[in-house]
């Protein structure tokens, strides 16, 4: 099912709802105020707050620990009050708390402290904006361009990894980079605004007066139920778990090693963050066409040459870490892709939320860790070390992808029998 999503997008209307172009215009805007402000955040910590390598552990584990604290409540929230406005209130305290730090710079009291509470609220914010998210994405686009809709927001979001961390280097250089963040609240509004202007079909979910009659506890255990019961969701989610402890390992350090190990100055380091998104601009259409069990296997294995960043040295050899970058975000962005238009197909919507945050919160709850982890390992060991046995706990969880419940088929399942699903949920409320 989710193959022909994903491979009948001639087939499908090419142009998408008017409700979701608009709140995608929003979506692109945050996004792209967002992976400015994640790069001018490390630089100002690292630059003009002289933050070592545990500062910037404690920074990373400051944006993802609400994934560990807020995911499960967040997706039982989420799951019972309508989506729109739920992202549009967290959008705007978004908005006031990235706008303190211009504020607080401007003042002379900017500090360390600050910006990891701004991180904080930032990613709390962005923990509930993302549980409400799919039960809004299914409201405004149909069935069969759910793949051409996830693919737009894909491409975006990497196509906001390129212009963000090259402009964060530039504003960074020609001025402080805490003005820049002022760049992220004024986005936060956009989005704000966009989605106050979006129109969804307004139908109620499936089970609606069920999901109501629930107390707070029942759903958030019927979303974990149905995760720990299913072996392809249980699967990804494990997957993630693993592989978002690497990976976060080279995101909290990856700003400090081209810094200080390759001497790179902030435009150039801005630059090599970009070729990331590069990659990841590419995945939405190559997910396309690949099997929706066979691609991940394949692109998975693709990810692996992260292992290139171990092998950047000062001045050409950048281009080392450059390339390892560039494939591995193309592989993940892909992966993702496929994934995610799957569930959407896979789990019914009265469970969207708390299923997608069940997942994440496993997936993002590791961050936290493998931020003040590898800060840990960067002041022991070096920041190269910390970031090989980070890197190496990644391509671990590549390299059980054949195993997968899935192995040799070419698609991945379609949606279980209702009646499947009303049983784990029940269980769960019990």
């Known amino acids: 099912m989710v193959g022909q999503l994903l491979n009948r997008r001639r087939r499908a209307s090419p142009r998408l709802p008017r409700a979701f172009r608009v709140f ?32 910037m552990g404690i920074l990373a584990a400051a944006s993802w620990s609400p994934w560990l604290i807020l995911g499960l409540p967040a997706g039982a929230f989420a799951d019972r009050w309508p989506p729109r406005t739920t992202m549009i209130v967290s959008d705007l305290i978004a908005a006031t708390a990235a706008a303190t730090v211009p504020l607080l710079w401007a003042t002379g009291t900017l500090s360390l402290a600050a910006l990891v509470v701004v991180a904080f609220v930032i990613g709390s914010c962005a923990v ?15 069935a069969e361009q759910l793949g051409t809709a996830n693919s737009m927001l894909y491409a975006t979001e990497s196509a906001s990894t390129i212009v963000g961390p090259g402009l964060a280097g530039l504003i960074a250089q020609a001025m402080s980079a805490a003005l820049g963040v002022l760049l992220d609240a004024i986005s936060f509004l956009v989005s704000a605004v966009c989605l106050a202007r979006t129109r969804p079909a307004g139908r ?35 997957l993630a778990a693993v592989q978002n402890f690497g990976l976060t390992g080279l995101l909290s350090l990856q700003v400090l090693f081209l810094v200080d190990e390759l001497a790179a100055p902030q435009a150039v380091t801005g630059l090599v963050l970009a070729t990331g998104g590069v990659g990841g601009l590419l995945g939405p259409h190559v997910a396309r066409r690949l099997g929706t069990a066979r ?6 294995l693709t990810s692996c040459s992260c292992l290139l960043v171990l092998l950047a040295g000062p001045g050409a050899g950048v281009a080392w870490m450059a390339a390892g970058l560039l494939l591995c975000e193309f592989a993940i962005v892909a992966d993702n892709v ?48 910390a970031l090989a046995i980070m890197l190496g706990i990644y391509v671990a969880g590549a390299l059980t992808m054949p195993l997968a419940p899935f192995k040799g088929q070419r698609d991945l399942p379609a949606p279980p029998r209702p009646s499947r699903l009303l049983k784990r949920t029940a269980s769960a409320a019990r």
Request: charged residues 15%; hydrophobic residues 50%.
């Open 204 to 238: 109620a979910p499936d089970h609606a007066v069920a999901v109501l009659e629930e107390s707070f506890l029942q759903r958030i255990r019927a979303g974990v139920n149905v995760v720990a019961r299913d072996r392809y969701l249980r699967y990804f989610a494990g």
């Open 128 to 142: 509930v904006f993302r549980a409400a998210l799919p039960r809004l994405v299914i409201r405004v686009v149909d």
């Open 338 to 385: 496929i994934r995610t238009t799957w569930r959407l197909t896979y789990v019914p919507d009265h469970l969207q939320a708390r299923v997608s945050t069940t997942i994440q919160m496993l997936a993002f709850a590791a961050m936290p860790a493998s931020g003040l982890v590898s800060g840990w390992l960067g002041h022991q060991l070096g920041v190269r070390t």
């Open 24 to 55: 995608w215009l929003g979506e692109a805007v945050s996004l792209f105020g967002t992976a400015t402000t994640a790069t001018l955040l490390s630089l100002l910590a690292a630059t003009q707050l002289d933050a070592g390598p545990g500062w």
């Open 295 to 300: 691609g991940p296997i394949a692109l998975q």
